[in-house]
């Protein structure tokens, strides 16, 4: 299910889901008495200090395992199939595009090999609940190298909650990262105002003209910057051009307010700012089409050091918004809260639905009002690609209709509730 990366692969551009900003934690670990799991979500990279000792050795940034023993004098060595272990709660859940297992620094302590696997639990689960899980290999069994990042890159289209880290027989790995694209419950949605460019609803900052000083995924990262590095950073321009960023949102939504926060940016903040729309829920392609593009704030004067507010009468629904920045500087956020349209929750609900394990999509079936083999058979005809699509296989559905029509009613408003459709 997956595949060696060269370094600086395509997946690490996407969301770490196991962020400790976007919510990520560690559930359980079998062993971490060297180090402590909860640094291999860390958001910056690992340190090293030599000679920095603690009462149980060196202290290493990063999660670290006792030495495994044998059971026994004449048996002194771990068997084969003795390992630990690390479950990761996911910040955001959503489907994984790659993982980086990243051993920096542990030489002499690595692991031989290891492993990564996904589960789905919904709810709030328990640490019992979440071991107990079923588990899919995501990255099979590998050799691992020390002072190494280890990039895998992920196949599938399932959504996960949670992933496990193992390592054979024991050792340290520093961080682990977990790219991918969110996938909200819409349910979670309905009836809000959000931010719609968000990492955690699935907003992603998908383009940007410089990224030279920092990440544009910093724009739309949870909570607020507290220092200038934690925002987008452009180098300082030469020519007459402008500097921007393209943000694809969560969902097809009326912007209804943005936040543009130049806090931290004091000499390097930009002198003016705008912000356009795009609406490509009609097949419509925001790069190709340059004139598709419409204006949402019009060039505003920016002060350095300030969260800008603005009010906007929705008038028009986007699926991208680009902010261009004049000339260059930096932003530390930006924040765009609307609301979803019915076309937009209708899309996020059926890639929502698509991802979902199977259970678990018949349970969300059968809460909504189809009987068991109703929801069986269209959870089978997964993926719907589109409104048609669903229309088409809940058409099909068993039994056919009777003379009044009452079967159909019933299930066509089941799927207008969960999807939208």
Wanted: charged share 25%; glycine share 10%; net charge negative.
């Amino acid at each position: 299910m997956s595949t060696v990366n060269p370094p600086s692969a395509p997946f690490t551009e996407l969301v770490d889901l196991a962020s400790r900003r976007l919510g990520a934690g560690i559930v359980s670990t079998n062993e971490d008495t060297f180090a402590d799991a909860e640094n291999l979500l860390v958001a910056a990279p690992a340190e090293f200090r030599p000679h920095t000792f603690g009462h149980k050795g060196q202290i290493m940034d990063g999660w670290e395992s006792r030495r495994r023993r044998g059971a026994s004098a004449g048996q002194p060595h771990p068997t084969d199939e003795d390992h630990d272990w690390a479950i990761v709660r996911l910040g955001a859940a959503g489907v994984i595009r790659g993982v980086v297992v990243d051993t920096a620094h542990f030489t002499g302590n690595y692991p031989e090999s290891g492993s990564v696997q996904g589960a789905s639990v919904p709810g709030h689960p328990s640490p019992a609940e979440v071991e107990a899980a079923e588990w899919v290999d995501l990255v099979p069994r590998t050799p691992l190298r020390g002072d190494t990042a280890h990039e895998f890159e992920v196949a599938g289209e399932q959504r996960f909650t949670h992933v496990r880290l193992n390592i054979w027989p024991d050792g340290g790995v520093a961080r682990l990262r977990v790219h991918g694209e969110v996938r909200p419950d819409p349910r979670d949605l309905d009836g809000l105002t959000f931010d719609l460019a968000a990492q955690e609803y699935g907003g992603v900052a998908e383009a940007a003209s410089d990224r030279y000083f920092s990440s544009p995924h910093n724009l739309n990262a949870p909570g607020r910057a507290s220092v200038m590095g934690e925002g987008w950073e452009t180098r300082r321009r030469r020519d007459k051009a402008n500097d921007w960023v393209q943000i694809a949102l969560a969902g097809g939504g009326e912007v209804l307010a943005a936040e543009v926060d130049t806090t931290h940016f004091v000499a390097n903040a930009p002198g003016w700012a705008d912000l356009v729309g795009y609406d490509a829920s009609g097949g419509g392609d925001p790069v190709a089409d340059v004139d598709g593009w419409f204006e949402i704030l019009p060039r505003t004067r920016l002060q350095p050091d300030t969260r800008h507010r603005f009010r906007f009468t929705a008038d028009r629904p986007v699926t991208h918004v680009r902010i261009n920045v004049y000339p260059d500087g930096g932003l530390a956020r930006l924040r765009l809260t609307g609301r979803l349209t019915e076309a937009g929750r209708a899309a996020l609900a059926l890639r929502w639905f698509n991802a979902l394990p199977a259970a678990e999509a018949e349970a969300a079936l059968t809460e909504a009002g189809l009987d068991g083999a109703e929801a069986a058979a269209l959870t089978a005809a997964r993926p719907l690609a589109d409104a048609a699509a669903t229309t088409a296989a809940v058409a099909a559905l068993q039994p056919t209709d009777g003379p009044d029509g009452e079967q159909s009613s019933r299930r066509r408003s089941v799927i207008w509730r969960l999807l939208g459709v």
